[in-house]
């Protein structure tokens, strides 16, 4: 009898913020990242320099959880779910630790995309969803096969998802999403007259 196996896996890890206890409070959360975004200069001034469509804190801090304790609690909940994570894939993580590496705050008007991306010089990377308005935009997962895919013929629109080219997964308000870094990945147009916020992060081994 014939025997298909599926192999070398990509996994995505989709959760509630308060599935491992206690969350963060939301409103408190957003109101904290656009605050940050208003007073933030140095961070706007690199948007604008760089084309960048709307506010992201990347270039300009790399401390929120030690200037906001609302991000120090936010932390803490996010070492549970990439704990969780780490476990799924079997990293064999000897005497280190996965730690967080980067977090930073990303807020998309209408019309703002972010292009196509990896996270080099990381292990897991994720997003943390804040205000997700109707029509805000899913985010795009791409199959990290397709450049070797030259001549292969285009998946069925009925495909599993596994067997996609791409995947698009919309979340909602306070969900979590993890994936390893070398995946490559996009948020397309933002098509609701409201901004898309969100806080994504990195974990390195170390």
């Known amino acids: ?11 995505l890890y989709h959760a509630a913020l308060s599935e491992h206890g206690a969350s963060v409070n939301a409103q408190e959360l957003e109101a904290t990242c656009l605050s940050i975004a208003e007073d933030d200069e140095a961070g706007q001034k690199w948007c604008e320099d760089n084309s960048y469509p709307g506010y992201t804190s990347y270039a300009s801090l790399d401390d929120l959880p030690w200037r906001f304790p609302i991000f120090k609690d936010l932390v803490e909940v996010l070492n549970k779910h990439v704990a969780e994570f780490a476990k799924d894939l079997e990293f064999d993580l000897g005497e280190k630790a996965l730690q967080l590496d980067s977090l930073w705050i990303n807020i998309l008007p209408e019309g ?17 969803y804040i205000s997700m308005p109707k029509g805000a935009s899913a985010i795009k997962f791409e199959d990290p096969r397709s450049a070797m895919m030259m001549a292969a013929p285009t998946r069925k629109t009925t495909a599993r998802n596994e067997m996609r080219s791409f995947v698009y997964v919309a979340p909602e308000v306070s969900d979590i999403l993890l994936w390893e870094s070398w995946l490559r990945h996009e948020v397309p147009m933002n098509m609701s007259e409201e901004e898309r916020i969100s806080v994504s992060f990195n974990y390195s081994w170390g």
């Open 1 to 11: 009898m014939s025997k298909i196996d599926s192999l070398f896996v990509t996994r």
């Open 112 to 128: 703002g995309i972010h292009t196509s991306h990896i996270h080099p010089h990381s292990v897991i990377s994720g997003t943390t």
